[in-house]
């Protein structure tokens, strides 16, 4: 009899109340069947259900995908984020983010004529009941939301004609006034420009296994869920099962 290891991460772990569990496995089960058991053995996880995504193996998958013996799987809330090549890269980083590094990454074409650059940086809020904000905590599905950045620079290229890009994330703490994502983009023209880090950015919030979790003076901490997330994700519905 084999295992596969679940992997829960952001607010999934706190309603878990663990990182990760093994389940057995006596022979290929579908995805869907294998939540119906960690639901049974997670209800707060269960409550959640509708804004879950999952990976297979770092790739994202469906409730009818098959899960091996061995496989690794990871429980995705909805997210709030090397080199590949000279002209593309693509960081997840600890280290606060060097504006001018990244600004350099994507500089130095005659040819590119239209610069977009984005910088996200973490606001200055007050919470009427928990005081002011203090600092941002930012966790990821590391070798994952790597993949998956990559895969939306590629996706950037062929959409549009992008010369050079760069995409930043970082991850742990980022206090008020820093820098928590860069992304930069080199296009002949800035109407592409505009359109390729747009969508960049709005799809690496969609998509990248990263989540951040707010920090309030009072001590108060809790996980940023996007608007929209009950249309992004699959639900894995709640059935009878066997204990694991």
């Not at 093994?22 to 639901?39: K, M, R």
């Not at 996880?45 to 193996?57: D, G, P, Q, S, T």
């Not at 620079?153 to 980022?174: F, K, Y």
């Not at 080199?186 to 919030?205: N, S, V, Y």
Request: aromatic share 8%; proline share 6%; hydrophobic share 45%.
């Amino acid at each position: 009899m084999g295992s596969a290891t679940v992997y829960f991460f952001g607010p999934a772990a706190d309603d878990a109340g663990c990182a990760q569990c093994d389940v057995h496995l006596s022979e290929p089960a579908s995805l869907e069947s294998l939540f119906n058991q960690i639901y049974a053995r997670f209800p707060r996880l269960a409550a959640r259900a509708a804004h879950l995504r999952f990976a297979i193996n770092q790739n994202y998958a469906k409730p009818q995908d098959l899960v091996q013996p061995g496989d690794e799987i990871a429980v995705i809330p909805p997210v709030s984020g090397g080199n590949v090549e000279e002209s593309t890269n693509v960081v997840l980083q600890r280290a606060p983010i060097d504006a001018g590094a990244v600004r350099s990454l994507i500089s130095g074409d005659v040819s590119l004529g239209g610069i977009v650059i984005f910088e996200g940086t973490t606001r200055c809020e007050m919470h009427p009941q928990h005081g002011a904000l203090v600092r941002l905590e930012y966790e990821a599905y590391g070798a994952m939301a790597l993949r998956q950045m990559r895969t939306l620079a590629d996706q950037a290229r062929q959409r549009w004609a992008v010369g050079r890009l760069a995409l930043v994330h970082r991850i742990g703490t980022v206090a008020p006034g820093e820098v928590s994502v860069m992304i930069a983009v080199a296009c002949p023209h800035r109407g592409e420009a505009f359109e390729a880090c747009r969508w960049l950015i709005d799809t690496l919030k969609r998509d990248v296994p990263i989540w951040k979790r707010e920090i309030w003076a009072d001590g108060t901490a809790s996980w940023v869920a996007p608007e929209n997330a009950a249309t992004e994700a699959f639900r894995i519905s709640r059935m009878p099962a066997e204990p694991l």
